[in-house]
């Protein structure tokens, strides 16, 4: 048999598998790459392959073998017992006939339709109660079952132009196949699914259900197990409590958070939810009485940035969060309270609150001295201002600290003390107020020498969610569309993309609108000088080992001399860079990325880069995709 269904165009991997399933049975997928890799066409199918495209004729079976759904249920017969009620209204459930409703074409004397869907036309045939109906039902014409009494049986057959249902006499009993696989699946103590093992009762016998037999629930039952939902398990067994078991194995599988956690995860989602829609009307006596202290889970930091991230993923409005936070804090356990502020504080983050961001992750530190999300959020607003010391005295709470990525930045940037004052001292620097009040700690580095500090300021700025989407867009641009997950991995740290979201993505105006007033003075007014500057290519025109470069702008004709400490002789003279090149003082820096371009993308991307698009995501990603050659070195970059 051949049930023929469209192929995409680019399914010929399915088009190539379907063939070998119907020859050969069930294969895993080693099998089926083995198969395909010794044909004469395995080139075009990408092979080796990790998993196949979903197709409507190819079944994946419990085993982990793949099935072709038309060898495998071509002339299967199952039947169903008609009741009164059904056979006034023809229209019967889809229960008995689910494992090969895979079958119904449209084309039959009956329609598969969305009981949700049509409530109005199963009324219409006297039925009100949907609830019998597992989410489809079958409807025939008007008097199809007329001639039939209560009783009877009608039997489903896959035939070669689709499900045919029809008036039916059972020739057999039960299939012992179907017994023998439900006696092996039972035994882990966990429910059966009914359907696979129906498919594996058919991939063990050829014959089972080829003939019209008794309906799938009284074989069951003849079996002394019972059947709910799809599921069949011994008779008494607690269906309700399996399902609730399973939705909180599911739900913590798919949120990443403990079996245990989810009552609490569930609670704070439904309270945010709750205010989010406006239904938020006598929320004590819904999350509070006798259940504040399941909020006590996200005392985790682990928990709690899940918890945020799921939230954020679902576009919550950031005010719905941050009210729910602090009413959690309000009304759940005491231990609540860090987790509290600082998830109110990453959602007055995303609502470009800043400031009250910052007070919410204070009032968490003070709380819990060892939150580490909030000891590394506050620490970087306080490296925003300037204090390197207190910013690494924060990390250097928190568990991650270290390896956090401003940690080895602000390293760089610690004060050089004055040992020869003491701290009640009258400071150095002659402003009249003691040493301790006015440089003690705080950094005495050159605006100059802080300048990549101050672009890597506006880089952390990108790992706010609010950036997570575009960062994955460029990334993909990137690593040319791959389709290897571990090629976009690999990109997401490039340079490159924070560069590019900085300018063409409107990052660094944003740093300056958002963040800006949390900067010292001089850096305000440096970073003032940088918004305007546009990204351009730029001819190597000489190159001075170990000081800098001078540089020619290919759209302007302007020449700069650039100071890069760290430059070497493998900068070819004659060679082109795409960068920005921003001023520092009196001196010009590449703080970004540095990319090394041939003559044709430079055309290119000048091109782009003087039109103007008033798309700014548009012209970020096609810059990537013009800067994204693999036969091009790696970024350089002075920053």
Known sequence: ???????????????????????????????????????????????????????????????????AFDALLGGRVLTHRLTESEIASAVLPVDEFSPLLVFV???????LVEVDDEPDRLADRGIVDLESFSGEALVFRRGAFAERSPGDLVAATVTDTGLMIAPAVATTDSAPELASVLEAALASGDPAQLEASVFAA???????????????????????????????????????????????????????????????????????DAIDTGDDSDLESRFSEGKAGLFAVL????????VLDELFDQAIAPESIERAALWSKDHGPRKVGAAAYWLAGK????????????????RSTDLDSEFDPALEDLARYVSDGGDAVR???????????????LHSVLEAFQPAERPDLGRNDRCWCGSGRKYKSCHLGRA??????????????????????????????LADARCGYSDNEDDLVAVLSDPLLDDVMLGEGGGLAQFAEVRGHLLPEDERELLAQWLPVERSVYEVEAVEVGEGLTLRDMRSGEQCELTAPAVSSEVPVGGLLCARVFPVGDTWRILGAATPVTREQCDAIIWLL??????????????????????????????
């Open 610 to 639: 003087s039109e103007r698009q008033d798309d700014a995501e548009f012209t970020a990603v096609r810059l990537v995709e013009l800067l994204t050659d693999p036969s091009l070195s790696v970024q350089a970059t002075d920053g």
């Open 391 to 405: 910013a690494l005295s924060l990390l250097g709470r928190s568990l991650d600290g270290p390896d956090h990525p």
């Open 1 to 67: 048999m051949d049930f023929d269904y469209d192929l995409a165009a680019d399914d010929a991997l399915i088009a190539a598998v379907l063939p070998l399933l119907r020859e050969h049975g069930p294969l895993t997928l080693d099998e089926i790459g083995e198969r395909l890799a010794s044909g004469g066409d395995a080139d075009d199918l990408n092979l080796p392959i990790e998993e196949l495209p979903l197709h409507p004729m190819l079944a994946y079976l419990s085993d982990d073998r793949y099935a």
């Open 202 to 272: 058919m991939v063990e016998a050829p014959t089972a259900f080829t003939e019209p037999g008794l309906p799938l629930s009284e074989q069951i039952e003849k079996s002394g197990l019972e059947m709910s939902g799809g599921l069949v398990a011994p008779s008494g067994f607690d269906f309700a409590g399996y399902l609730a078991r399973s939705a909180f194995d599911s739900y913590a599988e798919q949120v990443g958070v403990p079996v245990e956690a989810v009552p609490g995860v569930v609670l704070f989602a439904s309270l945010v």
């Open 444 to 473: 005495e580095h050159s605006l100059e020498d802080r300048a990549p500090w101050l672009y890597f300021k506006a880089c952390m700025q990108l790992t706010e969610f609010l950036w997570v989407e575009t960062r994955f867009d």
């Open 105 to 111: 074409t449209g084309d039959e004397a009956y329609d």
């Open 299 to 306: 005392s985790d930091p682990d928990i709690a940035e899940t």
């Open 347 to 362: 959602a007055a983050e995303a609502a470009t609150r800043v400031d009250d961001a910052a007070r919410y992750f204070e």
